[in-house]
């Protein structure tokens, strides 16, 4: 199990478990975390589910790869630590990670 | 822009897998169909947002890419000869003596018996930057897509994105605009790499300015847009002067016009019985992931039950005089004549 944490941009924060193998969008949904729209269900072709990781967590979570990358072009407000929760695999390397709900999504 | 008036026992709105394998249902049945569908191509989510995954719960199928579920149902529905009409969105509904007739907005007037919604997740639309006051410059200083190439002639033209429709656009608005400027949040452009090229080419001759950045607030008076703000990869932010910007972020689902068809809605979703599929218009049936009702499953497999039961209610009303008697495609002849098998 892996706890993850999701703030919110008025700061309201909201810790939810994960299990191994899913994905962090998979972990706010499940959750009924807002923000996440996740509208393409995990393909990696909207660009709704759009995080920011935090800077303590951005060598854990890794680089975004090329489809990724090329995904965020259509998200809105894209910092040097966003990535598509839908591509952030959970372990247990990566409880108590940190992440962001950006204030918009396309 | 109408031509004469398409008359047809069905009109499909949707080539998504639902939408398709309603042409096979109908056509069973004896009921031909016009599809609409506002991609270019049949497919919906299938062909937009997921080509290449793989689907693993198509019964029969263990494995099929969007794309491969997408040609494998046209060709299971050629033989009933459905008519597509791409590109274009139905817009208006109206009730008529016995049936219905649809616009769209490319003009087209259809005339049917049968309506069967299957949106999917609704149209899909140009995302909209969600940029404060952005809604007072669309359509006047802020655009989607274009519809007139002479609309931007002589004017400041800023492109904002990195797709194949802003490097489309950057080279097709170049010519007639005054001056283009292109913006995107990095150097590299997924999009087709000919395009990237002959985009590089014309920065080099100065007929086309490349910027980096994000835009974060709009200038303007009255939707007249005068100027943007621009944040850079450095996070340091600059002005941009221009008098038309145009975004291309990709596409995004909208239920669009359907919400204006008199048919009861629950959250953006079309409540159905579960006999008939039938929403609360006789005679307009909804069916795949646009449908609600208790239980319901947003699968392809459940799309393609709820078509074949449309179908058997859309029959009485397409032939009001006549039994249908239930047939195995295996078995009877009939279905096998139609089918071109036999």
């Known amino acids: 199990m892996a706890r993850i944490t999701f703030i919110q941009n008025d700061g309201t924060e909201r810790v939810v478990e994960a299990e191994p193998g899913m994905t962090v969008m998979e972990a706010a949904v499940k959750n009924s975390i807002p923000g996440i729209a996740a509208e393409c269900g995990g393909a990696c072709a909207c660009a709704t589910c759009h995080v920011y990781v935090d800077d303590a967590w951005r060598e854990a979570t890794g680089q975004p790869e090329q489809m990724e990358e090329d995904m965020l072009d259509f998200a809105f407000d894209v910092r040097p630590s966003s990535r598509l929760s839908c591509q952030i695999k959970v372990s247990d390397a990566l409880d108590g990670l940190v992440v962001r709900i950006p204030d918009k999504q396309f | ?342």
């Open chain 2, 1 to 342: 822009m109408s031509d004469e008036v398409i008359k047809t026992d069905a009109v499909i709105v949707g080539a998504g897998p639902v939408g398709l394998f309603a042409v096979f249902e109908l056509g069973l049945v004896d009921i031909k169909a016009h599809v609409i569908d506002i991609l270019d191509r049949p497919g919906g989510q299938c062909a937009e947002l997921y080509p290449e995954k793989p689907i693993y719960d198509v019964p029969g199928l263990t494995v099929v890419t969007g794309q491969e579920l997408t040609d494998r149902l046209m060709e299971q529905i050629k033989p009933f000869g459905a008519e597509f009409h791409f590109s274009q969105r139905v817009e208006s509904l109206e009730r008529l003596d016995g049936g219905f007739r649809l616009t769209t907005d490319l003009g087209k007037t259809f005339e049917c018996k049968v309506v069967v919604v299957a949106a999917g997740g609704g149209s899909f639309t140009p995302k909209r930057p969600p940029l404060p006051g952005i809604e007072q410059y669309e359509d006047k200083s802020v655009f989607y897509s274009v519809r007139k190439l002479e609309n931007f002639r002589g004017r400041d033209v800023l492109v904002v994105g990195g797709g194949d429709s802003a490097l489309d656009w950057t080279l097709n608005l170049q010519p007639v605009a005054k001056s283009l400027t292109l913006l995107h949040r990095r150097q590299e452009f997924r999009a087709a790499p000919a395009s990237v090229q002959k985009m590089f080419d014309l920065v080099e001759r100065g007929d086309v300015t490349f910027k980096l950045g994000q835009v974060t607030e709009l200038h303007g008076e009255g939707g007249k847009l005068s100027s943007v703000t621009v944040k850079g990869p450095d996070g340091t932010t600059f002005e941009q002067k221009t008098e038309v910007m145009l975004c291309f972020f990709g596409l995004t689902m909208k239920l669009g016009p359907v919400a204006n068809w008199g048919i009861n809605l629950n959250e953006n979703l079309i409540p159905v019985d579960t006999a008939k599929f039938e929403t609360s218009e006789k005679g307009i049936f909804a069916i795949g992931d646009i449908n609600t009702y208790p239980g319901k499953l947003k699968l392809i497999l459940s799309g393609f039950h709820e078509a074949a039961l449309m179908a058997q209610q859309a029959y009485h009303y397409i032939y009001p005089d006549k039994k249908l008697i239930f047939q195995y495609t295996t078995s009877s002849s009939s279905l096998q004549k139609k089918l071109g098998v036999k």
